[in-house]
């Protein structure tokens, strides 16, 4: 289903839509379990969606809820469509996202499981939040996030000297593409480059 029609069958029909939102939930997440690439997508798109429609915080909380199940699933497609989704949401929304910053802290204990293209999906999930969301939110996480980063940088182990390095490069990134006015572009090189060493470094 492309997305202007999946667009189309959600944006703008909330009171219609409401007493069917456990369904959705149940169908985005049944999309996103799949094992075909173009049903994860498909499901991403929805949770997108319905995060969008319904702003009611019980309802944006169990949909992060739902996410951070995925994320926490320890199948390799399930973990990279659900922070795909999230690094989506913060991008498009990073206040709305910000909210729920004592939720999303959970994935910081997912990091030992994650590759390390995943880890870098939720530093830059972490640092769009942080760094975009103001006063709402991010500066806690942004306070948390940094302990940790510090916590790994000093670490003999490489495994976790590697995530520091690519967490803080994300940090970096993100606020140098802020200070430039040039959105993502900077922040995404600087996490790529980051990344290349974080996979050197992992064992």
Same mark, same amino acid.
């Given at each position: 289903?492309?997305?202007?029609?999946?667009?189309? $069958?959600?944006?703008?029909?909330?009171?219609?839509?409401?007493?069917?939102?456990?369904?959705?939930?149940?169908?985005?997440?049944?999309?996103?379990?799949?094992?075909? $690439?173009?049903?994860?997508?498909? !499901?991403?798109?929805?949770?997108?969606?319905?995060? +969008?429609?319904?702003?009611?915080?019980?309802?944006?909380? +169990?949909?992060? !809820? +739902?996410?951070?199940?995925? $994320?926490?699933?320890?199948?390799?497609?399930?973990?990279?469509?659900?922070?795909?989704?999230?690094?989506?949401?913060?991008?498009?929304?990073?206040?709305?996202?910000?909210?729920?910053?004592?939720?999303?802290?959970?994935?910081?204990?997912?990091?030992?499981?994650?590759?390390?293209?995943?880890?870098?999906?939720?530093?830059?999930?972490?640092?769009?939040?942080?760094?975009?969301?103001?006063?709402? !939110? !991010?500066?806690?996480?942004?306070?948390?996030?940094?302990?940790?980063?510090?916590?790994?940088?000093?670490?003999?182990?490489?495994?976790?000297?590697?995530?520091?390095?690519?967490?803080?490069?994300?940090?970096?990134?993100?606020?140098?593409?802020?200070?430039?006015?040039?959105?993502?572009?900077?922040?995404?090189?600087?996490? $790529?480059?980051?990344?290349?060493?974080?996979? +050197?470094?992992?064992?």
């Amino acid at each position: 289903m492309p997305l202007p029609l999946l667009r189309n $069958a959600i944006s703008g029909h909330h009171d219609a839509l409401l007493p069917h939102y456990p369904t959705q939930l149940g169908i985005a997440a049944s999309l996103v379990r799949s094992a075909s $690439a173009a049903a994860r997508a498909l !499901g991403g798109q929805l949770y997108t969606l319905l995060f +969008e429609e319904f702003a009611q915080a019980h309802l944006r909380q +169990e949909l992060i !809820g +739902e996410l951070l199940t995925h $994320a926490g699933s320890g199948g390799a497609s399930e973990v990279d469509a659900a922070l795909s989704v999230l690094v989506q949401m913060a991008t498009a929304n990073a206040k709305a996202l910000a909210v729920f910053s004592s939720f999303l802290t959970g994935v910081l204990d997912y990091l030992d499981g994650l590759t390390v293209p995943q880890a870098r999906l939720a530093f830059e999930l972490f640092a769009r939040i942080a760094y975009d969301a103001g006063e709402s !939110g !991010g500066s806690r996480l942004a306070d948390e996030l940094h302990i940790t980063i510090r916590k790994q940088l000093t670490s003999p182990a490489p495994r976790y000297k590697s995530l520091g390095v690519l967490g803080g490069c994300c940090l970096l990134g993100r606020l140098g593409a802020r200070e430039a006015g040039a959105g993502g572009a900077h922040g995404a090189a600087a996490a $790529a480059d980051a990344e290349d060493s974080a996979a +050197e470094l992992d064992p």
